[in-house]
């Protein structure tokens, strides 16, 4: 079985400050994890992945994660944070090992993030 | 290109009654899943369908059931809808050759459906 893990509900941050979320994961093989953000009545759009590699992944709108493989986490960063990133973001994994639950992505429950100006 | 597609946007249903939500994919991609998010919740599987055929199934009732089209596009129906159901309906597509690929998966806006 997979699984994520979003600590925390929601996170603050400054404009301009740095920002990080967290999210660490469980799967038997291979990890392939993913961020993604989530605005107000929209579906969810894709930030980054991590599928092998450099463990620095950098992706959409200044966001990168780094891959931990001994703390299986995944967290999501970015440098200096704007009001507009305020949303609601998630982690998921997929088990990149070719099994019939291979397939499907298990998301973590998210962590609103608000960035005040 | 366009992107993925749904529809209905939005939609009210009466407990005991079936609904059919519709999906296209990314021009291309010949996987298509689906995914129930419950408000304040994570998005969970339901299906996955590659090339007509079904792939994957999450912890769902038979209630819940799905195809894939020759060009395609994809059907969630669910019967005998339960206040339960209310929830944002999300397709996803990718190119998904093998389950080790790696490739992204695209979201749609989803279809918000509500049961009362």
Known sequence: AQSVAQPEDQVNVAEGNPLTVKCTYSVSGNPYLFWYVQYPNRGLQFLLKYITGDNLVKGSYGF??????SQTSF????????VSDSALYFCAVRD??????ARQ??????TQLTVLP | DAGVTQSPTHLIKTRGQHVTLRCSPISGHK???WYQQVLG????FIFQYYEKEERGRGNFPDRFSARQFPNYSSELNVNALLLGDSAL????????RTPTSGNT????EGSWLTVV
């Open chain 1, 64 to 69: 990168e994660a780094e891959f931990n493989k």
């Open chain 1, 75 to 82: 967290h999501l960063k970015k440098p200096s944070a704007l």
């Open chain 1, 96 to 101: 990149g090992v070719a099994s019939g639950s």
């Open chain 1, 105 to 110: 992505l298990t998301f973590g429950s998210g």
């Open chain 2, 31 to 33: 996987s298509v899943s």
């Open chain 2, 41 to 44: 919740q994570g998005p969970q």
């Open chain 2, 89 to 96: 309906y999300l397709c996803a597509s990718s190119l998904d």
């Open chain 2, 105 to 108: 998966i695209y979201f749609g």
